[in-house]
């Protein structure tokens, strides 16, 4: 039977085409989070993010200045601009249309003059200039003035001083920060020894214990929740740092052996043998020998466990006490921001970008380690 051979050509555009989708996906989604960090709430509620280069339509209410009111003729006139209290005055809208009620908030175009209820008339200009005139006194509240404007885009810095001056996200940053390092340290270098131990060093139950850490990959992490936490608070751990790196550790640990031992396992035995010949240790080899040979894999196992941590929420919801004073980004963000912050999501943009901006910097820095110790079972040999 004749087999016909795939085109390589067509295999490399597939993958090509593969990656480009994949890198999309992901960049979108970041590039809109990134972009509503500049914008102002009313922006956004205005249009998406792509349209941000473009000018928004929006409708809002502005109520006259009362205390403005001058006497001209034996009338009562209050004059003023709707963007008077528009957060840049350099770059102010223009009124498509107006209106004196809530039903009809663009009844009215600019230039023209509205009647009001009891006598009385309004009018707005493009620029956003308005006069009101009223044969009696205004009193203490002043009629509502509807406008319906178009408004220039604007990017400013605002959402990031007000998440870091209001100290929304600094503490939880140094708590995260806290969490990460031991409970990603912790994990690597546990790993590396057992990996080391399951690849080259002869004893019973190895193959059992090979397998067991394998399995231990497909065991949803929430089964373990309430019998490690009553574990810790048997063991006077509780809730704490403590609490979160020890939970953390034993959820990183099948993943980071897993990966290891496959490094460990392709350094080629006649290095292993020769070193044991000139009467090396098996701490020797595994210092000198082993580990700076499956230096990618340790680098990406580092940076998976580094990436989950940060971005955890579920294990710091159920490990950490909920005071104030230790709780991490992504619990502040789910607490505060979304709590109090809810409908200002140029907030919550900036809040999500400085979260997420250290992990894509290691990921970044470490990317090409990363990708050999996922994809490579041995170190690459010349």
């Not at 709430?41 to 249009?47: G, P, T, V």
């Not at 044969?135 to 990017?155: D, K, L, N, Q, W």
């Not at 004893?203 to 089964?223: C, D, E, K």
């Not at 992504?330 to 999500?352: C, P, Q, Y």
């Amino acid at each position: 039977m004749r087999v016909r051979a795939r085109h390589p050509l067509r295999a490399c555009r597939a993958a090509n085409i593969a990656v480009l989708v994949l890198a999309l996906v992901w960049f979108i989604p970041t590039l809109g989070l990134l972009v509503s960090s500049f914008r102002e709430r009313d922006q956004i509620l205005a249009s998406g993010w792509w349209q941000a280069p473009l000018a928004a339509e929006r409708t809002f209410r502005v109520r006259a200045d009362a205390g403005a009111a001058v006497t001209e003729g034996g009338r009562h006139v209050i004059a003023g601009n709707v963007f008077a209290n528009d957060a840049d005055a350099a770059m102010p809208g223009r009124v498509k249309a107006f209106g004196v009620s809530s039903r009809a908030p663009a009844a009215f175009g600019t230039g023209l003059r509205a009647d009001l209820v009891g006598g009385g008339s309004l009018s707005v200009g493009a620029d956003g200039h308005y006069r009101l005139e009223s044969p009696r006194a205004f009193g203490e509240s002043a009629p509502t003035i509807y406008v319906r404007a178009t408004m220039p885009p604007r990017f400013s810095l605002d959402n990031y001083r007000r998440v870091l001056a209001d100290d929304v996200m600094v503490r939880p940053f140094v708590n995260t920060l806290a969490v990460t390092i031991p409970a990603t340290v912790l994990p690597t270098v546990i790993a590396a020894f057992a990996a080391y131990a399951l690849a080259w060093m002869e004893f019973r139950g190895r193959g059992f214990l090979i397998a067991a850490s394998a399995g231990l990959l497909v065991v949803p992490l929430q089964l373990a929740f309430v019998p490690l936490l009553k574990l810790h608070q048997g063991l006077g751990i509780g809730q704490g740092l403590v609490g979160i790196w020890l939970a953390h550790t034993g959820f990183g640990l099948p993943l980071a052996v897993y990966l290891l031992h496959r490094a460990m396992a392709g350094v080629p035995r006649d290095i292993i043998d020769c070193a044991r010949m000139d009467g090396a240790s098996e701490v020797q080899i595994f210092s000198r020998i082993v580990l700076p040979l499956t230096y990618p894999a340790l680098a990406g196992c580092a940076t998976l466990q580094f990436v989950w941590v940060w971005n955890d929420l579920l294990v710091a919801k159920v490990f950490l006490p909920p005071a104030d004073g230790v709780r991490v980004m992504t619990v502040a963000i789910t607490d505060d921001l979304l709590g109090s912050h809810g409908g200002d999501w140029g907030m919550l943009a900036a809040a999500a970008f400085i979260s997420m901006a250290l992990p894509l910097l290691v990921f970044f820095i470490l990317q090409r380690c990363l990708l050999r110790g996922l994809l490579s079972k041995a170190p690459e040999w010349r």
